[in-house]
T-cell receptor, first 112, second 116 residues
Framework: KQEVTQIPAALSVPEGENLVLNCSFTDSAIYNLQWFRQDPGKGLTSLLLIQSSQREQTSGRLNASLDKSSGRSTLYIAASQPGDSATYLCCKSNFGNEKLTFGTGTRLTIIP | DAGVIQSPRHEVTEMGQEVTLRCKPISGHNSLFWYRQTMMRGLELLIYFNNNVPIDDSGMPEDRFSAKMPNASFSTLKIQPSEPRDSAVYFC??????????????FGEGSRLTVL
């Protein structure tokens, strides 16, 4: 059974700090890995997607990396802002399998 | 494109009533997914379609749940009869078929269902 784990479940960080969110998976047969954020009462917004052939993707203050050999992806947020407060979920997609496996998410709070 | 569009955004109904949730995927996306999210169980995949054909409905909780995709631009998720334990946020998501493009998944804003 595929498992995707996100630890910690919750994280509080003072504004301005850089931070890393973690996503671990047990099956290295990966097609892509996608990071989402979810604000309370809202849908999931796609942040970054890393193809299996890539090692990282960047968008603004966000950088996502992928290490297939260790079964790990990280989302790096630079110079955190209160607006970054949300739940962040990673999602793994396998080759030949449309089933996407979501992590349980990390609830991030940026303290002003 | 307007993104994945879901309706209604909120639905409050009484136990035993029929509920129909609707989804319009992004134009050109051939894979459509229905998810359910609760605090206790997180995101659960209910069913997904490729080219309007249901591929895997093993996540559908029971026979009270049914989903259809009559064409490439419309899908419904029906619950009949509804029960209080069906209360959740139901999300629709779409993406191109696996192997086409990046495979990026896009979600709608969700339909929040409350069954009294």
């Amino acid at each position: 059974k595929q498992e995707v784990t996100q630890i910690p479940a919750a994280l509080s960080v003072p504004e301005g700090e850089n931070l890393v969110l973690n996503c671990s998976f047990t099956d290295s047969a990966i097609y892509n890995l996608q990071w989402f954020r979810q604000d309370p009462g809202k849908g999931l917004t796609s942040l970054l997607l890393i193809q299996s052939s890539q090692r990282e993707q960047t968008s603004g203050r966000l950088n996502a990396s992928l290490d297939k050999s260790s079964g790990r992806s990280t989302l790096y947020i630079a110079a955190s802002q209160p607006g970054d407060s949300a739940t962040y979920l990673c999602c793994k997609s396998n080759f030949g399998n449309e089933k996407l496996t979501f992590g349980t998410g990390t609830r991030l709070t940026i303290i002003p | 494109d307007a993104g994945v569009i879901q309706s209604p955004r909120h639905e409050v109904t009484e136990m035993g009533q029929e509920v129909t949730l609707r989804c319009k995927p992004i134009s050109g996306h051939n894979s459509l997914f229905w998810y359910r999210q609760t605090m206790m169980r997180g995101l659960e995949l209910l069913i997904y379609f490729n080219n309007n054909v249901p591929i895997d409905d093993s996540g559908m909780p029971e026979d009270r749940f049914s989903a259809k995709m009559p064409n490439a631009s419309f899908s419904t998720l029906k619950i009949q009869p509804s029960e209080p334990r069906d209360s959740a946020v139901y999300f629709c998501a779409s993406r191109p078929l696996a192997g086409v493009g990046t495979g990026e998944l896009f979600f709608g804003e969700g339909s929040r269902l409350t069954v009294l």
